[in-house]
């Protein structure tokens, strides 16, 4: 974290050094971000809240020019190698955006389901008086439990077999290319 230290702002953010932000990366924001919020030489003065509200203020606004530029730098870096880049490219973009399409269906399920367990014991709070009507919430409550687990075995087998399939696809599109490359060069031998 040295490299930071002369870049320090008196509210404990960040300077950009470089004069402009076609050098910003995520991997630079983040690791920036981060250093904000666990830096030794902020610890000691304020607290964690602060540490983390200052550290995200400074840079949670070139997080939109930092996903750009690190875009901007994948297809350069992808244009520049030869197919089987593009391939690795699409692979890993694919497989990550699975990962995180199936990480926000769970997310939104349990928000859902957490949501009406919620509900249900402020009902059931408000029907402590009559017993059966308690249990009744408490069984339905049971049930909303039950439906979260199985939607976590469904929404993660989905997920997984999704990426299982991805990964399948992707290695017998790369031992096909093999081939064709291999074909290829026995012929020029021949």
Same mark, same amino acid.
């Given at each position: 974290m040295?490299e *930071?230290?002369d870049a320090?702002?008196?509210?404990?953010?960040?300077?950009?050094m470089n004069?402009?932000?076609?050098?910003?990366t995520?991997y630079l924001?983040?690791?920036?971000?981060? $250093?904000?919020?666990f830096?030794?030489?902020? $610890?000691?003065g304020?607290p964690?809240?602060r540490?983390?509200k200052?550290?995200v203020?400074d840079? *949670?606004p070139?997080?939109r020019?930092?996903?750009?530029n690190?875009?901007?730098?994948?297809?350069l870096w =992808?244009?520049?190698?030869?197919?089987?880049r593009a @391939?690795?490219?699409?692979?890993?973009?694919t497989?990550t955006?699975l +990962?995180?399409?199936g @990480?926000?269906?769970?997310m939104?399920f349990?928000?859902?389901?957490?949501?009406n367990a919620?509900?249900?014991s402020l009902?059931?709070?408000?029907?402590?008086a &009559?017993? *059966?009507l308690?249990l009744? *919430?408490?069984?339905?409550?049971?049930?909303?439990?039950g $439906?979260?687990?199985v939607?976590v075995?469904?929404?993660?087998?989905? =997920?997984i077999?999704a990426?299982? $399939?991805v990964?399948? +696809?992707?290695?017998?599109?790369?031992?096909?290319?093999?081939?064709v490359? &291999?074909? #290829?060069? #026995?012929?020029?031998i021949?």
């Amino acid at each position: 974290m040295e490299e *930071f230290d002369d870049a320090q702002k008196p509210n404990g953010g960040f300077v950009d050094m470089n004069g402009g932000d076609d050098d910003l990366t995520l991997y630079l924001v983040l690791r920036r971000l981060v $250093a904000g919020i666990f830096s030794p030489d902020t $610890a000691s003065g304020a607290p964690l809240l602060r540490r983390v509200k200052i550290s995200v203020a400074d840079h *949670f606004p070139l997080l939109r020019q930092a996903s750009r530029n690190s875009a901007r730098n994948v297809v350069l870096w =992808t244009r520049r190698g030869s197919p089987l880049r593009a @391939l690795l490219v699409i692979s890993v973009g694919t497989i990550t955006l699975l +990962t995180l399409t199936g @990480l926000l269906v769970f997310m939104l399920f349990f928000l859902a389901a957490t949501f009406n367990a919620i509900v249900i014991s402020l009902l059931m709070s408000l029907a402590a008086a &009559g017993g *059966f009507l308690a249990l009744f *919430f408490a069984c339905i409550t049971a049930i909303y439990i039950g $439906a979260l687990s199985v939607a976590v075995v469904v929404i993660s087998t989905a =997920t997984i077999s999704a990426i299982i $399939a991805v990964l399948i +696809t992707t290695e017998l599109d790369w031992v096909l290319l093999d081939s064709v490359v &291999g074909d #290829k060069e #026995k012929r020029r031998i021949c």
